[in-house]
Structures are given as C-alpha cells and as structure tokens.
C-alpha cells in the first residue's frame, strides 16, 4: 500500500514585493493592495517566507507533503521562494495559475515530482460567473508514477464573508454550484471511479447551504457510494465533533478549510482507500494562542514576526492499494 500525504494552507497575503518586476501588477490592483504592500519589504517577505516553509517542512514527519494545495499567493515567483526555503529532501512541482481575483491572490499547487507526473493536458481554470472578479476553480490531474492512478485535485478559495456572511452567501452558494457542475463532468468523462480530492478555503463551514445544497457535500459515506448525485464526502465532520477549527474571526471557531473527496475515494472497493482518523490540523509551537487555538497571524508591522497565517494548515492520508 502507498500513503499520499495530502494538504492544504492559506498562506495570508503571501504577496511579492512592492514594485517588483516579477509582480507585474497593473495599476488597478497596485491600488486595490496599497494597504497589503504599507510595510511589505523584501526582509518582511523573506521572514514570510522561511516561518511559512518552517511549518511545512515539519509535516509528514518532517518529510513534507506529497501534495499540498495554497492560496493567497499572489504569483509563482513567491511560492517558488517558499519551496527554495524548504528543509526536505523533495523535489517539488509547481501547479499555478494567475487569476483575475481583484487582489491578485491565486490558488496553486505543489507536488513531489518524483512521485507524480503532472498532466498537463488536463489543468483548467473554471470560472465563477459573478458581478465582481473572484477566484477561479482549479483542476489539475497528477498521475502516481509507480502505480500509473490518477488523482484530480480541486483548489478552491470562495467569495470572503466581509460584506457579511449572508450578503456574501449568494456568491459562495454560485461557486458551489459551479464546484458541482464540473465534479459531474469529471465523472462523465472519467467514470465514477475517479479520485477527486477538493480542497480549499471556502470561507464557510461544512453545514453551510453553499456546501451542502450546492456543492452536495455530505458527511453521510454512504451516500456519496450509492448515491446517484455528484455528492462530495465532507471529511471534516470528525473534526468538528471534536470542537476543532482551522479559522477564528472574533472569537467564533470555524472550519472553513476543508477536503472533500468523490465517490472513487469514498468508496472501500476501489483503488484508494480512506481513514477518516487521518483528518487533521497542523499546528506546531506558536502557531496557536488562546481559548481557542486561533492562528497566529503573520504581522510585518511587529519586530518579533511572532506569527504565520491566520489559517492552520489541514492534512489527510490517501492511502493506494
């Protein structure tokens, strides 16, 4: 049996460096972050950059994820920095994208390429139809080397709810929606049996309607094997029993980053298998403070950099037969 060590992490407002020529920002969007960039230098960015490839490279027993999607980069040029500051003996992949998000954040992948080939026949960007530019949907299909599987992963970094959450919920109810169009495409063109792996920050909980109405997400296994809707399984649920959270905005504890898989994973006589006990929160010394636990948060205006993201990174177990 062969374990793929999957992650997620929304990095915070990983940006480049004012004015830096790998940015390329047009003038729009170097007003849209002006506040982002106030005391954004490359030291700041450079001690960004080895606190967040700190805490990576103490996952999987120090050995790193095999396959770890981000967001809130703003372009390949900086996660190429955090996978050059890396303490692993990987040899890591870059999956990106540069969205038409309004603050320039994109949603990417990394992946072990001496494990996986990347397939890039088959990476798409789906767009979410909305007033406002907003991120898009990302699929990318990676192929084991050794076994020749393939698994689809899904990046997602929903509408925020900073115009309330419902104001806000209509977009994140569209993106929901648009998530589930393409997991039946998927399985159209692949079959049932294809392993899809959706991860994200979808700035709502898992018993949220944009999740559970619109983008089927369930925490019922069953019904993702049996039933005759793209349902997604929802592996967050043994988490928040546990009263656990990846995101805390005002004292209120939520899991708004999530994993979800198809019914090619979901299922026990198919080629993958799945623990749901290997569902967890990444969290190392000083990550966390508080009744809480609620993420430290990297501030360029503090001498001391105490912090890292204001999300905690999540990871699961896929094991291969």
């Not at 954040?105 to 007033?131: L, S």
């Amino acid at each position: 049996m062969t374990s793929h060590y999957i992650s997620w992490w929304n990095l915070e407002n990983l940006f480049d460096v004012k004015d830096a020529p790998t940015s390329r920002r047009p003038d729009d969007l170097a007003r849209k972050i002006k506040a982002d960039l106030k005391n954004w230098t490359s030291d700041v960015l450079t001690k960004k950059i080895e606190k967040l490839a700190w805490v990576i490279s103490q996952m999987n027993a120090s050995t790193g994820p095999d396959i770890m999607g981000v967001c809130e980069v703003e372009n390949a040029h900086v996660l190429q920095l955090l996978l050059d500051a890396l303490n692993t003996n990987r040899n890591y992949g870059l999956i990106h994208h540069d969205m038409g998000d309004k603050r320039g954040i994109d949603v990417a992948f990394i992946y072990d390429k001496d494990k996986f080939d990347f397939n890039t026949d088959e990476f798409f960007h789906h767009t979410v139809v909305k007033r406002y530019p907003t991120r898009e949907i990302v699929q990318a299909t990676v192929v084991n080397k050794s076994s020749g599987n393939e698994i689809v992963l899904i990046g997602n970094h929903w509408p925020s709810r900073s115009a309330g959450q419902y104001e806000s919920e209509p977009y994140r109810i569209i993106t929901g929606e648009t998530l589930s169009y393409f997991i039946e495409r998927i399985q159209e063109i692949k079959g049932d049996d294809a392993a899809i792996v959706v991860m994200g920050d979808f700035n709502d909980d898992p018993y949220n309607r944009s999740l559970t109405d619109y983008a089927l997400s369930v925490m019922d296994r069953d019904k993702v094997v049996y039933g005759r809707n793209p349902y997604l399984y929802n592996m967050m649920w043994p988490l928040l029993g546990q009263r656990k959270a990846s995101y805390v905005y005002g004292g209120v504890p939520m899991m708004i980053d999530q994993f979800m898989v198809s019914k090619g994973i979901a299922k026990k006589s198919g080629k993958f298998s799945l623990d749901e006990k290997k569902v967890k929160l990444e969290i190392f010394e000083g990550m966390v403070s508080g009744r809480y636990d609620t993420p430290v948060r990297f501030g360029q205006e503090k001498p001391d950099f105490d912090g890292f993201s204001d999300h905690l990174p999540i990871s699961f177990v896929l094991d291969e037969k």
